[in-house]
Structure formats: C-alpha cells, structure tokens
C-alpha cells in the first residue's frame, strides 16, 4: 500500500480534508481486493469450481439432518472432504420427503461454484429436473444411497442394493419360521419412493411371498400381506402403523419394517399390546441402536447398510472430477451384510459382534 504525503510546513484545513478523503479512498480499495465468501474464494473474481488457494469446491444435500443414517453420511463426508483438501458445502431437507428445499439446495450450490454434488434425493422423481439443470451446468451429480426414477438422472449411483437388503430379511424370516402360516404387516416407506420400493419389494421376493421384481415404481402384494402402512421412516409412525395394522388384523405375527426406528415403533406398539414375544420384527440400516435392538431381542435381524462407505467414495469421485479425472458413471454397490443373534438355517449372515463393530449413529 503506498503511503500519503502532505506537503512541508503547516498544512491548511481544506488540505487535511482532502488527505483524509484520499487516505479512506486507500484504505477501502486495500480492504476490497482482499475480500472473501464463506467458501474462501474471492467474492469478486471468477473462482469457479475453485475455493481461496484452489480449493475443489462440493456438497452434499441429505434428507434431513435429524436420521442418525444421514448424520453420519454428514460426519463421514466432511471428514473425507477435509483430508482430500475439499471445501464441503451442506444442506438437508427439513422433514423427509421435503423436496422443495433440497432444490433450493442444488441451485445455490450451482450459483456458489461447486465442481459436484452428492445427493439422497427425498422425491426420486420431483428432484429430477433440479438435477438435470446442474448437470447442464457441468456439475457432475451422484446419488447416494436412494436411486433417482430414473436412476440415468445422475450421473452415478453409490448405495447399498436395497432390493437384495430387502431379500436377506426376506430369507432370514422365511428361514426362521419355517413352514408356519404367517399374517405380515408391511410398515413402509411412503409410496413411490424407490428406495422403500425396492426394500419391500425385495423383501416379499426373499420370503417367496412374490415374485421377484426391482421395480423402483411400484410396490408388489402378496395374500399372507394383511396390513401396510406407510411410516416415513419414523419411531412414533411406525408405532402409530403397528396399532393401526394390529386393529385390523390381531393375528399378525410378522413384521417388515422399512428401517430401524420404524421396528423400534413397531416393538412398542406390539409390546403395549402383550404381543412382542409372539411376533417377529424384521428390519432394514444397520444404525448402532437397531444393533443393539437385535442384541436385546426386539428385532430378530436387519440388514445392515454402509453410509460412511457411500460417503467417502462420494467424496472421493467428486474431487478426482474435479481434478481432471474420470467421470463417476453407473451404480457402485456399497454392501450389505444380514446382522442377527439367531441365525436361521441355510441364510448367510453375520452375529451381533460384527454388526456392532460396523454400525453407525
């Protein structure tokens, strides 16, 4: 910064004034050229994809930011962000299903530069044209964990095969009870959304109740199937669906739950019912607290998922793009094991010990 000279002697008034003026002029172009946004690029020059020193810019928008799943997804992508040298923006819709702010979302991010974008859309096919928008911008989009309808919205999918997770407690239920009548009661997702779609579909197709099917569209019955509700994946849901699906039919002995805080609604009605020891509990995620809901016998087994795993390879495709490298493309099957403390006989599975070593939330 240059400095200001006044001329020798004794300077007048009008000279001061002018000096002043000429000093603040300097002092304000001075602070104006270092200014930056919250991303740490320059507000006022063209940093693209790039944050203050180069910085690949990205984010994430997950479904909400209470579901313990999405949380830790949250958690594991800023963690992976931070060693790749990235700079994470994050979002999350208010409640699940919430669609408008997740779009709100995708543009802002657009606007603030970023290379990429991961995302578990909450409408698979109401985020579609957001999506399409980005990518026309050049930003490369991966799913993570929920397929879009169609999946081709994106660029890439990284999730667990929520179809086959839906057919290993499908298995383990039709495993553990035999050849014994079952009335079921499906506590879902809510409707359209492919993810729940594929679980209960896939389900249905392990118990041998339907046949097989990966619809992301359209969810398959069955004559054992006397109830099913829709939980949004919620605890106090699920228990309202269970008392709903218990006054309808009183004989059910098997439950499908779309996710562990479902189940656990679902043991809580049963139980206030007298009816926990009598009917079976099966479940989808992996969380920590549904571990340990099969561990105390509440849930007889679930299939457990990776979202740290779909977070961290989401991370990783989207700064190798930005970096000049191969664009992610097409599906990346993160995994799922089946975790329970009663194995049932011919299903592969893993024992609680595994699964609380690998659980999250």
Known sequence: MSSLHLPLGRPSRPQLRAAAATAALLALTACGSGASNSSGGSAGGSSGSKG?????????????????????????????AKAKGADLSTAAGKIDGDNATQVTAIENMVSAGVKGILITPNDTKAIVPAIAKARAEGVLVIALDTPTQPQSAVDALFATNNFQAGVLIGQYAKGAEGGKPVKIAMLD????????????NGFLSGYGAASATQDT?????????????????????????????????????????????????????????????????????????????????????????????????????????????????????????????????????????????????
């Not at 203050?52 to 992976?80: D, Q």
């Not at 359209?192 to 209960?200: A, T």
């Not at 359209?218 to 199937?225: E, Y």
């Not at 679902?266 to 920590?288: F, H, N, P, R």
């Open 189 to 200: 997702l809510e409707p359209g959304i492919s993810v729940g779609v594929l679980r209960h």
């Open 217 to 361: 569209t359209k969810a398959v019955s069955a004559p054992s199937v006397v109830c099913s509700n829709d939980t949004k994946g919620d605890q106090a849901k699920g228990q309202t669906a269970m008392e709903n699906c218990l006054q309808k039919d009183s004989g059910i002995n098997l439950v499908y739950t779309i996710n562990e805080p479902a189940a656990i609604g679902a043991y809580t009605a049963l139980k206030a019912a007298g009816k926990e020891k009598s009917v079976m509990i099966v479940s989808v995620d992996g969380g920590c607290t549904g571990v340990k809901a099969v561990q105390d016998g509440k849930i007889a087994a679930t299939s457990q998922q990776y979202p740290l795993k779909m977070a961290t390879q989401g991370v990783d495709a989207l700064v190798a793009f930005a970096k000049g490298g191969q664009k992610a493309a097409g599906y990346t099957d993160t995994g799922v094991n089946l975790v329970t403390g009663k194995p049932a006989p011919g299903v592969t599975s893993k024992d609680v010990t595994f699964g609380l070593a690998n659980c999250w939330g």
């Open 52 to 80: 203050s020193g180069g910085t690949v810019k990205i984010g994430l928008i997950t479904k909400t930011e209470t579901n313990p799943f999405f949380v830790t997804m949250k958690e594991g992508a800023s963690k992976e």
